[in-house]
């Protein structure tokens, strides 16, 4: 049974930095493409960001440059580095399989970006 959990959310300044971790189990980490997705109140959840196995990358428009994604294959862990945030980065975010996600979703971790 695949289990995902992330962590690492809170209050943080506009500027500010935040990192997110997802750690996975019961699932072969290394050969699955993960992403962070995000859902801000009224708004339909996105994908944010992605990364494959082997460690390419892809991210929405709206985080470029600002977020890196990045995972450790040994640990079963991935992790999305949250910087100069704004307060439109405010929402729930998630980790899941990517593009694809599995047919359930975790409790997410809350991230607001506020003054």
């Known amino acids: 049974q695949v289990q995902l959990v992330e962590s690492g959310g809170g209050l943080v300044q506009p500027g500010g930095s935040l990192r997110l971790s997802c750690a996975a189990s019961?699932?072969?980490?290394?050969?699955?493409?993960m992403g962070w997705y995000r859902q801000a109140p009224g708004k339909q959840r996105e994908l944010v960001a992605a990364i494959t196995g082997g460690g390419s990358t892809n991210y929405a428009d709206s985080v470029k440059g600002r977020f890196t994604i990045s995972r450790d294959n040994a640990k079963n862990t991935m992790y999305l580095q949250m910087n100069s945030l704004k307060p439109e980065d405010t929402a729930v975010y998630y980790c899941n399989f990517a593009p694809r996600p599995l047919g359930f979703w975790s409790q997410g971790t809350q991230v607001t970006v506020s003054s």
């Open positions: 019961g699932t072969i980490f290394t050969i699955n493409a």
